[in-house]
């Protein structure tokens, strides 16, 4: 396998390693170590390697496995609530993005926060065994070897997270139709009609915000309509005069992000069923805002 065609494996690893973790960034650092660790390898040792694309895969695969079990014990000292990184759409990455097409992640329904968030309530293996099998159809006794179970396990693994998956499903709602919501929001949002914000949430709505003791944001969710209608309401009267909110896809589905100065401070996904809105999650943390700019 040449060079260059190893190097075309990025796009996919960064693929697999940002539904494994997340984040972007480190999702970024573990393909890094991954590729690190092939051009460590002498010669012959690549040259032995029948099937580069699957040890690339496999590799980060175990990389990111061994970081999802840290990851919890540094989620417990994280400030407030940890969020997934939001993804712009492919068509709106401007500025500070890579510069070729093909490293970006591709937007699919296994990349939408509501997706990311149930599988951040999963163990290691279980979000290993799942991704790797129903997402990028791995097969079982491959992912056996990763994650140091057996094939029959990894399937009871993968079965167990799809039943996690379908159960926490809410009936799918056209993207036209989450768009029209999430307008319909912004527009009595900028308006403080508390009364219209109620009518657009779910009545057991929740709000989660992630500001990473970086940014100021309410620590702990927001549960029901009325109350973070008047949260919100509170938040557009603090806001400052030249700050801004655009319609902009969050992660496959509609969003919105706050601008200030053409720097974006806050990204808004939203979970919308039977015309509602189901969940808010607000991405503060700046350090997960790093591909967010003026398009």
Known sequence: MTTRAIISE????????????GSLAEAEDAVQETYARWYALPRD???AIEFPSAWL???TSRICFNL??????????YVGEWLPEPLPDRTEWTGGTPAD??????LDESVNMAFLVMLELMTPAERVAFILHDVFRYPFAEIAEIVGRTPAACRQLASSARRRIRAAQAPATPAVRQAAVVRAFKAAWEAKDVDVLIGLLD???????DGGGLATTFLHSIEGAAQIARAWVEIARRAPRDMTFL???????PGLVAQQNGRTLTVFAFAVADDRIRCIWVVRNPEKLRLWTTG
Not at 11 to 18: E, F, G, K, P, S
Not at 68 to 77: K, W
Not at 203 to 209: L, R, V, Y
């Open 10 to 21: 990025r796009r996919q690893l960064i693929n697999l390693a940002y539904r494994l973790l």
């Open 45 to 47: 040792q690549q040259e």
């Open 57 to 59: 895969t496999t590799v």
């Open 68 to 77: 999802l079990g840290s990851a919890r014990a540094r989620r417990e000292r």
């Open 101 to 106: 097409p093909s490293d970006r992640v591709t």
């Open 203 to 209: 009545s057991d709505a929740t709000a989660i915000a």
């Open 247 to 253: 319609e902009r896809t969050v992660n496959g589905r």
